[in-house]
């Protein structure tokens, strides 16, 4: 796996890498080193480690906002002194958040959960079929399907959305397990973008999804295990 660390304390940075052994590892002690890497070297990572606290660069949110505007699906971990930026790290996707000084066996067990998202996103995507036009989305890409009237409606994180014939309990089926999930008659959703729960909605990609009564237990039990997730 390829990982970068920024962090401006090298000591702090030099302990993360310890626990990272068998990885190619870059450190950089600021912000604009990696950004630049990023932009005007097309370097690409597996995994970031981006300390929040940088008094002589932009901070570690700032930082993973610029990341994931360059490369969306970029997957991101916060190290901090403090647990202040929980919320903040949700809202970015953030993969994990530790507090310093982080602990080897809370890395590996982010490493292991790393390791089988790539092949995840590697090996799982969704066929489509429109007409004569015939494809895949990686499900990491998809927002939403919509149903209505024999047609369905596949919304990308990209702005994209890709029509295809057929019946939403079809893809339903087809999609089974804990990434997308049936919240109502009409809406499969991608759990992962769901950015929170409002009542007897979903927010995805600032869309307001219903939630049937049918489907709310199933899946404010599953919104609430992400949460876990990501800042546990």
Known sequence: MKIAICDESMADALLLREFLTGNE???????????????????????????????????????AKRITGIKEEAIICFVSSSDRFYREAYDLFAVQYLLKPVQEDNVKRLLDKVSRQMVRDRERKLPFQFGSQMG????????????????LSIFCTDGTVQKCKGKLNDFAMWVRGNTFMRCHQSFIVN?????????ADLMVAGERIPVSRRYHA???????????????
């Open 25 to 63: 590892v870059v450190m950089y002690n600021n912000a604009g080193s990696l950004l630049s890497d990023i932009e005007n070297h097309y370097i690409e990572y597996d995994l970031y480690f981006l300390d929040i606290y940088m008094e002589k660069s932009m901070n570690g949110i700032e930082l």
């Open 136 to 151: 895949m989305i990686a499900y990491r890409k998809v927002l939403y399907i919509s149903s209505w009237e024999h047609t």
């Open 191 to 199: 759990m992962y973008h769901v950015e929170k729960m409002d009542g």
């Open 218 to 232: 199933e899946v404010k039990r599953r919104y609430q295990e992400i949460l876990f997730e990501e800042v546990g």
